[in-house]
């Protein structure tokens, strides 16, 4: 996954957090820190430490209610590790 798809991903992840029947407040929180954690990692050259590990927490989080979140995460921790993040 190029960085263009990885922002694409981040995308999905905007549009499931601007629907507010889908997440609990933990689980958008969540989220938003998920997003906000990408956005600086395709912003700097720099990545922060543990990320990936922090994003794959999250996709065990949502796998049982949110299939689709949770392939989503999934496909963005794939694509970090290819970019050694």
Known sequence: ???DRLRDALETLHRELADPATLT???????ETVA????R???????EEGLRERIQEA????????PRLSATL???VQALARMGI
């Open 25 to 31: 407040e933990e689980n958008r929180a969540l989220l």
């Open 36 to 39: 906000e954690d990408l956005r």
């Open 1 to 3: 996954m190029s960085q």
């Open 59 to 66: 996709t065990l989080e949502f796998e049982a209610e949110h």
């Open 74 to 76: 999934g496909e963005i």
């Open 41 to 47: 990692a395709l912003d700097e050259e720099e990545h």
